[in-house]
Nanobody, 120 residues
């Protein structure tokens, strides 16, 4: 079983930046981030494959968020810039052994979540 440990959430003003980190207990093919706002379904944010060649983002974060990974540390990062109040959510790290597309059905393991709050 893969253990995922997330860090980096917090409270920031609109226009600010945060960097989320997630470390896996061992190497996995694809890593990514989802988020869930109060009263809403969990949604895909970004994903990256092992080689860093397949990267995808949901439209609302393109140009503002950057996903990256460090395979030596089994870690994935999400640099979030120009944050907006609508980015407020619990952010979950996720892994898949088979697909960088990372639909919910592809996810093998979830992290515990880290809160990101953007004030206006």
């Amino acid at each position: 079983q893969v253990q995922l440990v997330e860090s980096g959430g917090g409270l920031v003003q609109a226009g600010g930046s945060l960097r989320l980190s997630c470390t896996a207990s061992y190497s996995v093919y694809a890593m990514g981030w989802f988020r869930q706002a109060p009263g809403k379904e969990r949604e895909f944010v970004a994903a990256i494959d092992y080689e860093g060649e397949k990267i995808s983002y949901t439209d609302s974060v393109k140009g503002r968020f950057t996903i990256s990974r460090n395979n030596a540390n089994n870690a994935v990062y999400l640099q979030m810039n120009t944050l907006k109040p609508e980015d407020t959510a619990v952010y979950y790290c996720a892994t898949s052994f088979r697909s960088a597309r990372m639909s919910k059905s592809d996810i093998d393991y979830w992290g515990q979540g880290t809160q990101v709050t953007v004030s206006s």
